[in-house]
């Protein structure tokens, strides 16, 4: 891999209702305006070649993966990677982003949602899948996952010392280019960052 163009599935129907979904059996999929945001990623695409895409599980990632490669869709290899699933929020799923919230002030990265996975082992689990992608044999890949573990990415690659900021809030659809150099310096920091205390 050169280069991986990176980004958030398009706003999707719960992110509309405001809905923690980290089961992908139970996504709905995009919402009008995401289908327009991953259109418009693929504008912002249109002038590379890409030669392989990586998504998550969840429909609304798959659904901005084929809308932001158009025409291109069915000729460029996809894998399907559960490793760059939404987080594991165990017995919140379906609940309120306040809820979420609620749930996680006062606690560590390696506090477990109930029934579900700690930050920490997400952030582990998503550097696995970058380090994949990193042995791909393709130049240029686009991989479409989630809000998580771009801003873990893209925090680490800058060099932060957390993996929640600067960048917090990461806009749908919207690209963000790695090169290897810059995926393997984010990797090994993301495992520093979330290694177990």
């Known amino acids: 891999m050169r ?13 509309v ?16 305006l995401g289908i327009e945001e991953a259109r418009g990623l693929a504008s912002q695409i249109a002038a590379l ?3 392989g895409c990586a998504v998550s599980t969840f429909p609304r990632a798959q659904q901005t993966a084929r ?26 799923e379906g609940g309120t982003l306040a809820d979420y919230r609620a749930w996680k ?10 029934g579900g996975e700690s930050l920490n082992a997400s952030a582990r689990r998503y550097a696995d899948a970058y380090e994949r992608l990193l042995t791909r044999p393709e130049n240029t890949i686009l991989c479409i996952c ?9 925090n ?8 929640d900021g600067p960048l917090h809030d990461v806009a749908n659809a ?21 290694s177990t205390t």
Do not use: C, K, Q, W
């Open 156 to 163: 680490a690659a800058a060099g932060s010392g957390e993996l």
């Open 67 to 92: 809308l932001a490669l158009g025409a291109r869709a069915d000729s460029v290899p996809t894998t399907v990677d559960p490793d760059l699933d939404d987080i594991r929020v165990g017995d919140l």
């Open 105 to 114: 002030h006062g606690r560590s990265r390696d506090d477990s949602f109930p």
């Open 146 to 154: 989630h809000e998580v573990p771009v801003r873990y990415a893209v």
């Open 49 to 51: 070649a890409i030669d």
């Open 17 to 32: 209702d405001g809905v923690v979904n980290g089961d992908p059996a139970r996504d709905r999929g995009l919402a009008p």
């Open 174 to 194: 919207t690209p963000y280019l790695f090169d290897a150099e810059a995926l393997s310096s984010a990797i090994a920091r993301m495992r520093g960052l979330a």
């Open 3 to 15: 280069l991986l163009v990176l980004a958030r599935h398009g706003l999707s129907l719960f992110n």
